[in-house]
């Protein structure tokens, strides 16, 4: 059943939505490319330097690449007032919530893969060295997948709110927030959902604790959500 209502919610995609996971990874890659080349690229990491200009910027881009899609995910039912009608259908209203918000997650895993590539193009342009498959891979996917706790909260303001613009405030807030939290000493800034995607880099000490904690907590925010969602009241 939530199969068919993530097929169903594939037809009604908007074309931007396809579009903003190429356009996120162009922006990330570009911006890595030129940061490494003008001022990272001649110190003392070399190549792998890359791996660190990419994730001062990739916590940034996929937590904004979350909170558009969200948006406008739910501005597709807010503006032709849809929500109703798809609350009357007979399948279990948290479903829909879930179907939208795997929809947000596999859109962010084509960022994961347009990165991936061209990470693997810059570093054939740059260098003879081997390919380290390790940090290109795990560094946008784990950044993916601990954002999962924010595709919630998103979907869920987005939803409930008919005019975005609370929604896009928080998820920009949050976004920018992300590039400074996961850098603070304080555990309990660090256990903010939006510091997980810059915490979870295979470069940062104990990192997969992190990537455990952004599911526990993204499964229980998702959980959560849906089911305040299936509760709701639309118009």
Same mark, same amino acid.
């Given at each position: 059943?939530?199969? =068919?209502?993530?097929?169903?919610?594939?037809?009604?995609?908007?074309?931007?939505?396809? *579009?903003?996971?190429?356009?996120?990874?162009?922006?990330?890659?570009?911006?890595?490319?030129?940061?490494? $080349?003008?001022?990272?690229?001649?110190? !003392?990491?070399?190549?792998?330097?890359?791996?660190?200009?990419?994730?001062?910027?990739?916590?940034?881009?996929?937590? #904004?690449?979350?909170?558009?899609?969200?948006?406008?995910?739910?501005?597709?039912?807010?503006?032709?007032?849809?929500?109703?009608? #798809?609350?009357?259908?007979?399948? %279990?209203? =948290? $479903?829909?919530? *879930?179907?939208? #918000?795997?929809?947000?997650?596999?859109?962010?895993? /084509?960022?994961?893969?347009?990165?991936?590539?061209?990470?693997?193009?810059?570093?054939?342009? $740059?260098?003879?060295? !081997?390919?380290?498959?390790?940090?290109?891979?795990?560094? !946008?996917?784990?950044?993916?997948?601990?954002?999962? %706790?924010?595709?919630?909260?998103?979907?869920?303001?987005?939803?409930?709110?008919?005019?975005?613009?609370?929604?896009?405030?928080?998820?920009?807030?949050?976004?920018?927030?992300?590039?400074?939290?996961?850098?603070?000493?304080?555990?309990?800034?660090?256990?903010?959902?939006?510091?997980? %995607?810059?915490?979870?880099?295979?470069?940062?000490?104990?990192?997969?604790?992190?990537?455990?904690?952004?599911?526990?907590?993204?499964?229980? #925010?998702?959980?959560? /959500?849906?089911?305040?969602?299936?509760?709701?009241?639309?118009?």
């Amino acid at each position: 059943m939530i199969f =068919n209502l993530m097929r169903a919610e594939g037809v009604k995609l908007k074309s931007i939505c396809k *579009w903003i996971p190429l356009i996120q990874g162009v922006i990330l890659i570009s911006m890595t490319a030129l940061e490494w $080349y003008l001022y990272f690229r001649q110190g !003392p990491g070399g190549v792998y330097a890359g791996f660190a200009v990419m994730y001062m910027f990739l916590s940034f881009i996929m937590l #904004l690449g979350t909170t558009l899609l969200t948006s406008i995910l739910a501005s597709t039912e807010h503006d032709t007032r849809t929500w109703k009608q #798809l609350m009357t259908m007979p399948v %279990p209203k =948290n $479903y829909i919530y *879930w179907s939208k #918000l795997g929809w947000v997650f596999i859109l962010q895993l /084509c960022t994961v893969m347009i990165s991936i590539i061209g990470m693997c193009v810059i570093w054939l342009l $740059y260098t003879d060295e !081997p390919m380290p498959w390790n940090l290109m891979i795990l560094q !946008p996917l784990f950044a993916c997948i601990s954002s999962l %706790p924010i595709m919630a909260i998103q979907l869920w303001l987005s939803s409930i709110n008919f005019n975005q613009a609370l929604p896009i405030a928080v998820g920009i807030f949050g976004s920018i927030a992300s590039l400074f939290l996961a850098r603070s000493n304080s555990i309990w800034i660090q256990i903010l959902p939006w510091s997980y %995607p810059a915490l979870s880099s295979p470069l940062i000490p104990g990192h997969l604790q992190w990537i455990w904690i952004s599911i526990g907590i993204g499964l229980l #925010l998702s959980t959560a /959500c849906s089911l305040q969602f299936a509760k709701r009241e639309f118009d």
